[in-house]
């Protein structure tokens, strides 16, 4: 079976529509092909696991559910993918694992859809019980042995005699468990056990330096030591020796397989003297006979055990130090691919802002256009171009010029606008074809301006037309050029009635500028300059925009 089944694609697509980028990459490193996870999605679950808002439960439990598929392929890729996450990943999700009360309950898993899921599924349960031991002894301890700090002032080498005899225990049932995969070099046939046996080289070596410091310590403080805990350090010793013949035949195995020698540690056993000096001193505390032996020969052969273990514990370290160095040379290479295509993509882009820049609006022989482009924001320095915009824009609807005074030909009146001389306003021009009726328009006056008391509204006066133009708010009346309202006392305030809004005249429609409290002299008549009155009827014209505005009081001198 190889490739990305049916299954695969389908619950790959499913994830991708719920947005679960951490279950997607899940299920396509644990997807049926015959081959160990991609390293491309190891890393970015290893990133996942270092950001503080991936949910680590999500992601441990999509592990978990992968486990339960029924082939072989899936359920061991999703191992591997825990195992390599314990080891490389985030310290939160090992923490997560050791939590939970259950992890992997395979003991029973048997894949039977061919010969070869028999066989893996031995592997399976063997290696499911690895890692649940694994967690189960960083629950125990809170810490990884294959992490912990080495050396003369290492975890285990500074650890406390009552400390000590509860931890190594620890580590041999971690080590049998791993012992216990009992892989030959025949049945690593394919991908996927292959990588999971390279995880398990990988924490033998590791945890069997953690397990030689901690015997180290327990034999510079055996001599020193109870009778109860002598005879707890002996067992300890005893067993210790027996794994690392096991251990020896584990390393023997991925030799065969085409790791390479130096990556495989010199394990040197101590002289087996040292267990006869153990045991006589046992015996001595327990009150039996035993051989006369001076304090200088077992100190002699415990110096010997010590060093010969300490080499072993060098070898080791070693090893770490050198698949730490190819981690880092890997890095830089990656590192420096990465700024050669970087540097490559610089490279084309300058090139690209050239073109780019350097490409105007051309004619299609490819000549450049040397014509200056036009601002539209700049001031226009033709005359023709002015009186042009607003010729084409008046020209939209008829223009009525009444025989008024042009404001340009007001005198100016610096006095009332503190010093500011309105500019001139430029007239447009008649159309040549078009007739105004001036009689029909103002009500068969003259064109002048005729201000009397019927056109102000005041006393009987009635307006000519049917609309009434009349000032919004209270209704008052008026009496006289001198007439001055009365106005009631009151303490009460009433709110101001708010008339509509003004609708201003198109742009073609003059105004006049009289009756809104602008300054102007008509005939040598002088108008009081009168507030700014508001239209009740804003959507309608008036009918006469020149004529008097209802309302004004106009005194004459």
Avoid at 374 to 391: A, Q, V, Y
Wanted: glycine share 6%; with cysteine; proline share 6%.
């Amino acid at each position: 079976m190889s490739g990305q089944s049916l299954t695969d694609r389908i619950t790959a697509a499913q994830h991708s529509v719920t947005g679960s980028a951490v279950s997607k990459t899940v299920c396509k490193a644990t997807t049926h092909e015959v081959m160990g996870p991609k390293k491309k999605h190891l890393d970015y679950l290893i990133q996942c696991t270092n950001e503080m808002n991936v949910n680590i439960p999500q992601l441990a439990d999509s592990l978990f559910e992968r486990t339960t598929n029924s082939s072989w392929v899936v359920v061991f890729k999703s191992l591997i993918t825990t195992h390599h996450l314990m080891v490389y990943g985030n310290e939160r999700f090992i923490q997560y694992l050791a939590s939970r009360n259950t992890l992997f309950n395979l003991s029973n898993f048997l894949d039977k859809s061919g010969l070869q899921g028999y066989d893996m599924s031995t592997f399976i349960r063997r290696y499911s019980r690895y890692l649940n031991e694994k967690a189960v002894s960083y629950r125990q301890v809170a810490f990884d042995f294959t992490k912990v700090k080495r050396g003369a002032d290492g975890v285990m080498r500074t650890m406390s005699t009552e400390k000590l005899l509860k931890t190594v225990p620890i580590i041999q049932n971690q080590m049998d468990a791993l012992l216990d995969f009992n892989v030959n070099s025949n049945e690593l046939t394919n991908g996927v056990i292959n990588a999971a046996f390279m995880l398990l080289f990988k924490d033998a070596i590791r945890l069997f330096a953690a397990y030689n410091e901690g015997i180290i310590n327990l034999l510079e403080k055996y001599f020193d030591m109870k009778k109860n805990q002598c005879k707890e350090g002996l067992d300890i010793y005893k067993k210790f020796l027996t794994r690392m013949t096991r251990i020896s035949e584990f390393l023997k195995v991925a030799e065969q397989v085409g790791i390479d020698r130096g990556d495989i540690p010199d394990l040197s056993q101590a002289p087996s003297s040292l267990l006869d000096a153990l045991e006589q001193h046992l015996a001595s505390l327990e009150g039996k006979k035993i051989k006369d032996s001076t304090a200088a020969s077992r100190a002699t052969t415990l110096s010997n055990a010590v060093s010969s273990l300490a080499s072993t514990g060098l070898s080791l370290t070693k090893v770490d130090e050198r698949e730490k160095q190819a981690a880092l040379e890997e890095e830089q290479a990656r590192l420096k691919a990465l700024k050669e295509q970087r540097l490559k993509e610089l490279a084309k882009k300058p090139h690209t802002s050239l073109t780019t820049a350097a490409s105007p609006v051309s004619t299609a022989a490819g000549s450049i256009m040397t014509t200056p482009a036009i601002d539209i924001f700049s001031t226009p320095s033709s005359s023709n171009s002015t009186s042009k915009l607003p010729n084409d824009l008046l020209d939209l609807q008829p223009t009525f010029h009444p025989s008024v005074h042009p404001i340009s030909a007001a005198p100016q009146v610096g006095s009332t606008w503190g010093g500011f001389t309105p500019s001139p306003v430029a007239q447009p021009q008649p159309s040549a074809g078009l007739n105004v009726d001036f009689e029909s328009v103002f009500g068969n006056k003259s064109s002048s301006v005729v201000l009397d008391s019927g056109d102000l509204g005041i006393g009987n006066g009635t307006t000519k037309n049917d609309v009434n133009w009349t000032q919004p708010g209270e209704k008052k009346l008026t009496g006289g050029s001198n007439w001055q309202p009365k106005i009631a006392p009151t303490t009460a305030w009433n709110a101001p009635t708010l008339a509509p809004p003004v609708m201003a005249y198109p742009a073609t429609t003059p105004t006049g500028m009289m009756g809104y409290g602008m300054p102007s002299q008509m005939g040598g008549i002088p108008v009081m300059t009168q507030p700014t009155l508001i239209y009740s009827q804003p959507v309608m014209r008036p009918p006469n925009p020149f004529g008097p505005v209802p309302g004004a009081q106009i005194q004459f001198m």
